[in-house]
């Protein structure tokens, strides 16, 4: 079965910069969508970016755009999120997600989870 495991997280000053990595294990040809997403105290869990295999499908939540770049590295089955200018409000525990595609959604179906990773921005 598909396993995530994260890392990349900690405290930065608003303005700096972390970089993200989720590896996974067991992917198949199916497991073809994988996803960023974020839960911050007392809301909701919200998706962040997404990626289908191959890198040609990329989503991103407006509040990131400009500012988040998620990526794969297919040889290291590893999905990374570049997140840059960060800001207090992207302050959340952040969450690998692995699963297929869905027509249906930005997102992804038939999930794995990872266990999550904490990133705290500063003011």
């Known amino acids: 079965q598909v396993q995530l495991v994260e890392s990349g997280g900690g405290s930065v000053q608003a303005g700096g910069s972390l970089r993200l990595s989720c590896a996974a294990s067991?992917?198949?040809?199916?497991?073809?969508?994988m996803a960023w997403f974020r839960q911050a105290p007392g809301k909701e869990r919200e998706g962040v970016a997404r990626?289908?295999?191959?890198?040609?499908?990329?989503y991103y939540v407006d509040s990131v755009k400009g500012r988040f770049t998620i990526s794969q590295d297919s040889a290291k089955n590893t999905v990374y999120l570049q997140m840059n200018s960060l800001k207090p409000e992207d302050t959340a525990m952040y969450y690998c997600?692995?699963?297929?595609?869905?027509?249906?959604?930005?997102?992804?179906?038939?999930?794995?989870w990872g266990q999550g990773t904490q990133v705290t921005v500063s003011s």
């Open positions: 997600m692995a699963g297929r595609a869905a027509y249906y959604s930005d997102w992804c179906r038939d999930v794995y």
């Open positions: 067991g992917y198949t040809d199916s497991t073809n969508c």
């Open positions: 990626i289908y295999s191959g890198g040609g499908g990329t």
